[in-house]
């Protein structure tokens, strides 16, 4: 049985795909390629993967509008994505984030960025090994850690795992202050490469999820995030 984790790449420069196929498979990945999107969304139906990279620029189809399909798909929005663009401007970058991109990575990139950051991303969506079985705040916030799964108000929220996971760090300790830094060091292993505003973007976008319960989460100005709550109940 192979537990190798499986990635999918869209990418339609043939040797570009090639060099991330051959990397991630001496990484130990199973991959599979594809150099349109339709190829992925058809292979979808059938199989789906543990990570997806996926580039901006595709002939049949934008990028970004393929990232926002997936994550408005029930069934495809809990894969992660990891954009791959050769737009390295911070407002490309940031667009890419704000559709639901857990990561992206600019052409040209190295192996071990690479390869940094697919382990980061597919890190973040692990089980998560802990006693806690539920956390709830107040009646309308529930987080339950080992399945990865928010509720509010009783009904169920889609979160990508980069927002789960920056959800679960500032539910762990109310009212305490996370710099951007501190969160960026815990999800991206220091990866030198992401900016500050990454944080950011997936904060908003974790806030207007959650609706009105997304104001638990504060802006301290200067510093980061917390999240206030007096009614954190652990079981």
């Not at 667009?95 to 690479?114: C, M, N, Q, W």
Request: glycine share 6%; charged share 30%; proline share 3%.
């Amino acid at each position: 049985m192979d537990n190798r984790k499986n990635i999918f790449i869209v990418e339609d420069e043939p040797d570009i795909l090639e060099l991330i196929a051959i990397n991630l498979e001496k990484s130990g990945y199973s991959v599979r390629k594809f150099m349109t999107a339709s190829d992925l969304f058809l292979k979808l139906k059938n199989s789906a993967p543990d990570l997806i990279l996926l580039d901006i620029m595709l002939p049949d189809n934008d990028g970004i509008e393929v990232c926002k399909t997936l994550n408005n798909t029930p069934e495809y929005s809990s894969i992660p994505i990891i954009l791959v663009t050769a737009k390295s401007d911070e407002l490309d970058v940031v667009l890419g984030l704000e559709i639901g991109a857990d990561d992206y990575i600019t052409k040209p990139f190295s192996v071990r960025e690479l390869s940094a950051r697919v382990k980061a991303v597919l890190r973040r969506g692990k089980k998560v090994s802990t006693l806690e079985k539920e956390i709830t705040f107040g009646k309308t916030l529930k987080i339950i850690p080992e399945k990865f799964e928010v509720y509010v108000n009783g009904k169920r929220i889609n979160l990508t795992t980069t927002e789960f996971q920056i959800l679960l760090i500032l539910s762990r300790k109310p009212g305490w202050v996370f710099s951007r830094e501190k969160i960026l060091s815990i999800l991206w292993n220091d990866e030198k490469d992401v900016f500050d505003r990454t944080v950011d973007v997936h904060i908003k976008n974790l806030r207007d999820k959650l609706g009105e319960t997304g104001n638990l989460i504060t802006n301290v100005r200067g510093i980061g995030y917390k999240l206030d709550s007096e009614e954190k109940n652990v079981r």
